[in-house]
Nanobody
Framework: QVQLVESGGGLVQAGGSLRLSCATS????????MGWFRQAPGPEREFVAG????????YYADSVKGRFTISRDSAKITVYLQMNSLKPEDTAVYYC?????????????????WGQGTQVTVSS
């Protein structure tokens, strides 16, 4: 059983920053590629950022490139999403995701596991 536990969401003004965390297990960290998705009201869950299983290469949606950074801390077995220069259109529920594969790099890389989600609200 893969467990992904997100934290760090909240309410922030436009231009502000938040850091999301995703805690998991050591087995997950070594076996799965990790990423972040988000879902605003509506049916579609949107790719935000991802990385290779080794963490050596990172990928970003065009809408967040240059503002968001995905990273991992092997000692803490945690994946992070640093979000800077936040905009109202970044408002969504953010989900940590794990995929039994080499990478999560785009919408087409469907994760195998999801966290419970954390709400991010950016006010104008």
């Amino acid at each position: 059983q893969v467990q992904l536990v997100e934290s760090g969401g909240g309410l922030v003004q436009a231009g502000g920053s938040l850091r999301l965390s995703c805690a998991t297990s050591g087995r997950t960290f070594s076996r799965y590629a990790m990423g972040w998705f988000r879902q605003a009201p509506g049916p579609e869950r949107e790719f935000v950022a991802g990385m290779t299983r080794s963490g050596g290469i990172t990928y970003y949606a065009d809408s967040v490139k240059g503002r968001f950074t995905i990273s991992r801390d092997s000692a803490k077995i945690t994946v992070y999403l640093q979000m800077n220069s936040l905009k109202p259109e970044d408002t969504a529920v953010y989900y940590c995701a794990a995929r039994d594969g080499l990478a999560i790099s785009s919408e087409s890389m469907k994760p195998d596991y999801w966290g419970q989600g954390t709400q991010v609200t950016v006010s104008s």
